[in-house]
C-alpha cells in the first residue's frame, strides 16, 4: 500500500539544492521544517517511519517528504551517506501528479548517483541545472495523480483480491481484513 504526495509539476521547482553527506551520529526522530521539500536518495538498507507507515529501504531507494514533517529512521552513524535535495515545487497549479513517499530509482540509480555527485558543488553554485535535474527526478517518481486521491482501503482491497483470487470471499471478510467496517 503506497503513501503519496500531490505535488505540482508544470514547471521547474523555484528552488532547489543538492547535497551529498551523512546521516546524524545519533538515533533521533527526524524533524524536517522549515518551507522546503525534501527527497534523500539512500545509499544503504535502512528503514523509515513516515506518518505511523513503515518503508524498508535499500540503496536507490527515494523518500521524498514535504515541508514541516516528522520521520523516525532505524541506523545512524558517521559512515552512512546519502544523497539529498531540498527544494520549493513551482505553484502554478496547472499540472498536478501524484509523487510516492517512497519509490525505488530502479535501473536509473546508478546512473543518477553518478550524476548527482559529479554535480553536487557545480549544482549549488548555479540555481538552473540543479531546478533541471530535480525536475527530471520528479518526473521519473511521478504516477498519475489519481493514484493520490485513492484511499489506502482500496489499495488494502487489491492486495486481498490478489492473495484469494482463486476463492470465493465476501465483502465483508474483506472489510474484516483491511480493518474497516
Known amino acids: 500500500m503506497s503513501l503519496y504526495h500531490r505535488l505540482d509539476l508544470s514547471g ?29 536518495v539512500y545509499e544503504y538498507d535502512d528503514w523509515i517511519e513516515f506518518k505511523g507507515r513503515r518503508f524498508e529501504i535499500s540503496p536507490g531507494t527515494a523518500i521524498v517528504l514535504p515541508p514541516n514533517s516528522h520521520f523516525k529512521q532505524g541506523r545512524y552513524g558517521e559512515d552512512l551517506m546519502n544523497m539529498y535535495s531540498n527544494f520549493l515545487p513551482t505553484d502554478s497549479g496547472e499540472q498536478f501528479m501524484a509523487i510516492p513517499v517512497c519509490s525505488h530509482l530502479g535501473d536509473t540509480y546508478l546512473h543518477r548517483r553518478t550524476e548527482w555527485l559529479r554535480n553536487v558543488r557545480r549544482l549549488q553554485l548555479s ?8 525536475y527530471q527526478l520528479l518526473w521519473i517518481l511521478a504516477e498519475p495523480l489519481s493514484k493520490y486521491r485513492r484511499h489506502p482501503a482500496v489499495d488494502a482491497a487489491e492486495e486481498v483480491f490478489e492473495r484469494h483470487m482463486n476463492e470465493a470471499i465476501s465483502i465483508s471478510e474483506i472489510c474484516e481484513q483491511i480493518g474497516i467496517s
Do not use: C, N, Q, V
Request: glycine share 6%; hydrophobic share 45%; aromatic share 10%.
Open 12 to 40: 521547474l521547482p523555484t528552488r532547489a539544492m543538492f547535497s551529498h553527506g551523512e546521516m546524524a551520529k545519533e538515533p533521533d526522530d527526524w524533524e524536517h521544517t522549515g518551507e522546503w521539500w525534501r527527497i534523500i
Open 127 to 134: 540555481a538552473l541545472p540543479a531546478k533541471a535535474m530535480l
